[in-house]
């Protein structure tokens, strides 16, 4: 009998907070995905080449889920207590009718161990194949290929994930079940009702509302400008305008409401009644809706700036070199080409390659005085006379240093073009091209360079005149980080050779040919071929290479990082914000439930009651939802400012649109929530419809 009790109590709690349920599996969900992601196939292949950034982001995983569990707490104690209030009656009868309070605490401890272990049981096996196929997607999304992929299930994750969510359910469930238990009998019959707050003249809420708008607009202003970025009490600041603007806007917000009461239209069915609840429930909850639309704008922005950053981040570099070569052990540059080719066709490794090449890389030599070798007044005048703005002034600092730049032969960068399928320079033997590495060309300053250059301006290398012309080039040279040049002049290759007095770097690049890369993806192809060449030793015989893996690593390392941090984080805030909506205002319909039954013996049917509940739920949750909507806008902007390096900068206008997308999905699962809370509300409301007897 007591069993069947348990068994019935805890069917009935999930069918009527069946979004709570859904809610803790999702973060049961969440919770092993983060936990197991040392375990995906995309970590364990970055382990190998960026091992240090890995190691530094596992190390933060303890750390989100320590705050995950704090915030989950506060989720599901102020979950756990909606439902203990609604039953708050059940329980005076059950101990009306002779239950021992420690039986009554055993049943009620039974109930949720109950939903405890069928959360469990529905969330571990949905995180495992989730994170199954997330690895699997990964996988083939970034080249990986997925014929190698392994089942994988992770123990430390499944534990930490179970330890973790009973520990905050107990905490909650002990310290929430102990209050109620102790209440009398008495207290737990009578009916609550809502509190009744002492409310300030309309002016306050007015000037609070505006406040609150200029403050947002300061922390927006300061976002988007960068201004956040510069030093740690900057970003303080910020948050702190955001925060309080927020707070400030949802407590003047009552304004606009009683506005709205005054000028609708007075002919609808309850229309009044609807509009005075909605100012009443913005009058009690204003500081909670406030928080939520915080949590709200976090995990839009997280999920938005996360996707977006991911979704174009693998198509910030242009692929066009495999390897890149550097031999140590040649005295005479010429020679590291073919001291290269014999070793490689000694291990039979040179039909791999398609093209090797020499990248020929130096300074001036024709003097000992290497200050100020370089001189380009001209085009500094030029800039000067430009309108002030601050990438001209960028450019202005950056050019002052230039005054020892890197030479590069003509004939090997050409061929770099060729390789990437670009037309070939031309130079007079009086002029050079201006090079640029991508990460420092930015778009709006070499737009003004090329402006400049297309004048041919004049300059002095070694007190002899030379001209600057083209446009400047910033296709990379080597293929990861063997040299980055900020500047560099390009030259003819006779001119190259008597500045440099035949005292260059050389670097010899590669292409893999199509025997080398046929039937594998091609990080698997230079994975294989980098396993070669370490079985030949070409770090015993003085020669440092690179390969394209290395590039493509970090910037999967950042896909990786910027994906799953940002949309764990994003799931985690969504759940609390949902839920901390939802059971607010849940818990405040049934603090007002003698209202409803008051409109029932007044003659309002079940269809007119239902309608203005689920007006007033719109407008609870569609408040926060539409500000904090509005504020990630700005906040993905300003995390584009923030975080992207000004190369990838320029693909900032791509994520936006990806950005703005996922805002949107956030938006429509939020109204998918919102008809979810409208449903619940639907069945308190017909629990009120037949008019009770008041002893």
């Known amino acids: 009998m007591f069993s069947d009790l348990i068994f019935r109590n805890s069917r009935r709690g999930r069918k009527e907070n069946g979004l709570f349920f859904a809610s803790l599996v999702i973060s049961i969900v969440a919770f092993y995905i983060i936990l197991s992601l040392s375990r995906q196939d995309v970590m364990i292949f970055l382990a190998e080449m960026e091992s240090d950034a890995v190691n530094q982001l596992l190390l933060m995983i303890p750390v989100f889920y320590g705050m995950t569990l704090g915030i989950l707490f506060f989720l599901i104690y102020f979950a756990c207590k909606y439902q203990m209030e609604r039953r708050r009656k059940e329980f005076g009868v059950y101990l009306m009718m002779g239950m021992r309070r420690s039986k009554l605490f055993t049943m009620l401890l039974a109930e949720d161990f109950l939903n405890n272990i069928l959360a469990l049981l529905i969330g571990l096996p949905t995180a495992v194949l989730l994170s199954e196929i997330i690895s699997l997607v990964t996988a083939k999304l970034v080249g990986m290929g997925i014929l190698g992929h392994r089942f994988t299930l992770s123990l430390p994750a499944i534990g930490f994930t179970v330890v973790g969510f009973l520990a905050i359910k107990l905490a909650a469930f002990l310290s929430l079940s102990g209050k109620f238990s102790r209440q009398e009998i008495g207290s737990l019959l009578a009916s609550s009702s809502g509190n009744e707050k002492k409310q300030a003249p309309a002016i306050v809420y007015g000037l609070c509302a505006a406040c609150g708008a200029v403050l947002l607009s300061a922390a927006y202003c300061l976002a988007i400008g960068g201004w956040a970025w510069h030093k740690t009490g900057s970003m303080l600041l910020t948050l702190l305008l ?15 409401i009683a506005l709205l009461v005054k000028t609708g239209k007075t002919n609808r069915r309850l229309h009044v009644f609807t509009f005075r609840q909605i100012q009443e429930n913005v009058i009690h909850q204003s500081t909670s809706m406030a928080i939520s639309s915080l949590l709200i704008l976090a995990a839009l922005c997280c999920f938005g700036a996360g996707i977006g950053i991911a979704s ?26 073919p001291r290269l080719q014999e070793i490689l066709k000694e291990n039979g490794l040179d039909s791999q390659f398609s093209q090797l090449f020499e990248m020929r890389i130096g300074h001036v030599r024709t003097t000992e005085n290497y200050e100020g070798v370089f001189r380009m007044n001209s085009v500094m005048e030029s800039l000067r006379s430009l309108p002030q703005s601050e990438e001209r002034d960028i450019l202005l600092n950056n050019l002052s240093y230039t005054g020892f730049p890197y030479l590069i032969c003509l004939s090997d960068y050409n061929r770099l073009l060729e390789a990437a399928g670009k037309p070939a320079l031309t130079l007079a033997a009086n002029e050079a091209a201006v090079y640029q590495d991508a990460e420092f060309a930015d778009t709006v300053r070499v737009t003004m360079l090329n402006e400049i250059f297309s004048g041919c301006p004049g300059a002095l290398l070694d007190g002899t005149p030379i001209y600057l012309t ?124 003698r209202r409803y039954q008051t409109l029932v013996r007044l003659g309002a049917t079940y269809k007119t009651i239902c309608a203005s509940a689920r007006k007033q739920i719109s407008w609870f949750m569609g408040l926060p939802v539409c500000v904090a909507a509005v504020s990630s806008l700005f906040g993905v902007k300003a995390l584009y400012t923030g ?50 007897r008041e002893e």
């Open 242 to 256: 955001g925060l309080l603007g927020t707070i400030l806007l949802f407590y003047g917000m009552r304004t606009m």
């Open 312 to 337: 174009t981040n693998r198509q910030a570099g242009e692929h066009v070199l495999d390897y890149t070569f550097r031999d140590y052990n040649t005295e005479n540059p010429q020679q590291a080409l």
């Open 470 to 593: 083209g446009e400047v080039q910033s296709v990379n040279f080597v293929t990861d980080r063997s040299i980055t040049l900020s500047f560099a002049l390009i030259l003819p290759d006779k001119q190259f050779l008597h500045y440099t007095q035949g005292d260059y770097d050389t670097y010899i690049n590669g292409i893999m040919s199509r025997e080398a890369t046929q039937g594998a993806s091609l990080m698997t192809a230079i994975s294989d071929l980098n396993g070669k060449l370490a079985g030949i030793g070409l770090e015993n015989v003085g020669i440092e290479y690179e390969s394209y893996l290395q590039n493509i690593g970090r910037h999967l390392f950042y896909m990786v990082a910027a994906s799953y941090i940002t949309i764990y984080l994003a799931i985690i805030f969504l759940v609390v914000a949902n839920t901390i909506m939802g059971v607010q205002f849940l818990m405040n319909q049934q603090k007002t439930g």
């Open 643 to 692: 975080l992207l390096s000004s190369r990838v900068r320029e693909t900032q206008g791509e994520m936006l649109m990806v950005s703005a997308a996922m805002i949107f999905l956030l938006c429509v699962v939020e109204y998918i929530y919102m008809t979810a809370i409208k449903r619940s509300s639907d069945r308190f409301l017909l629990t009120l419809m037949q008019p009770q």
